[in-house]
T-cell receptor
Framework: AQSVTQLDSQVPVFEEAPVELRCNYSSSVSVYLFWYVQYPNQGLQLLLKYLSGSTLVESINGFEAEFNKSQTSFHLRKPSVHISDTAEYFCAVSRDTGFQKLVFGTGTRLLVSP | GAGVSQSPRYKVAKRGQDVALRCDPISGHVSLFWYQQALGQGPEFLTYFQNEAQLDKSGLPSDRFFAERPEGSVSTLKIQRTQQEDSAVYLC????????????????FGAGSRLTVL
């Protein structure tokens, strides 16, 4: 079985500061990794995913995550955050890209203040 | 429609009542998932449909939970004799893909139905 740990329930940062949201996973088989973002009163939106190939993946709005197999991590980073990045971020794993049955972490609330 | 639509957005039920939550996926999406998200937790898998077939219901917490997708499009999650521990946000998600597809399928989530059981 797979599991996901997001140790930080809340991360407060100032606008334009860098941020890292941590995600560690546990699995006995190869997995695929995802970050989802949830804005208030909205559904989960896929931010980025790692399926294969380059271990560094990027989103269109400046976030990036690096798959580290030896440390079983998939931390999310952004060099300079905006107020609009305030949201809940969920890390998730799946065994099968086709099936997409996801196991989620408990989420990290990113609070960006001016 | 353009996205996954869920109704009602909010539902308050008295303990013991039956509730039905509806999900209208993106047109043409083969796969449909239901997840349960308790307060302060990440979503947890409940069940999965490929078209009208319910291929996995391993996450349904008890036999009071029942889901259907009779025509392979709209799905309904029914909870009988609701209990306080059923209070959560119920998320529906759909995707183009199905088991065995090696493509990168992206799940599109609805905004959820928030159930409060008093």
């Amino acid at each position: 079985a797979q599991s996901v740990t997001q140790l930080d329930s809340q991360v407060p940062v100032f606008e334009e500061a860098p941020v890292e949201l941590r995600c560690n996973y546990s699995s006995s088989v190869s997995v695929y990794l995802f970050w989802y973002v949830q804005y208030p009163n909205q559904g989960l939106q896929l931010l980025l995913k790692y399926l294969s190939g380059s271990t560094l993946v990027e989103s269109i709005n400046g976030f990036e995550a690096e798959f580290n197999k030896s440390q079983t991590s998939f931390h999310l980073r952004k060099p300079s955050v905006h107020i609009s990045d305030t949201a809940e971020y969920f890390c998730a794993v799946s065994r099968d890209t086709g099936f997409q049955k996801l196991v989620f972490g408990t989420g990290t609330r990113l609070l960006v203040s001016p | 429609g353009a996205g996954v639509s869920q109704s009602p957005r909010y539902k308050v039920a008295k303990r013991g009542q039956d509730v039905a939550l509806r999900c209208d996926p993106i047109s043409g999406h083969v796969s449909l998932f239901w997840y349960q998200q308790a307060l302060g937790q990440g979503p947890e898998f409940l069940t999965y449909f490929q078209n009208e077939a319910q291929l996995d219901k391993s996450g349904l917490p008890s036999d009071r939970f029942f889901a259907e997708r009779p025509e392979g499009s709209v799905s309904t999650l029914k909870i009988q004799r609701t209990q306080q521990e059923d209070s959560a946000v119920y998320l529906c998600a759909s995707s183009l893909g199905y088991r065995g597809n090696s493509g990168a399928n992206v799940l599109t989530f609805g905004a959820g139905s928030r159930l409060t059981v008093l």
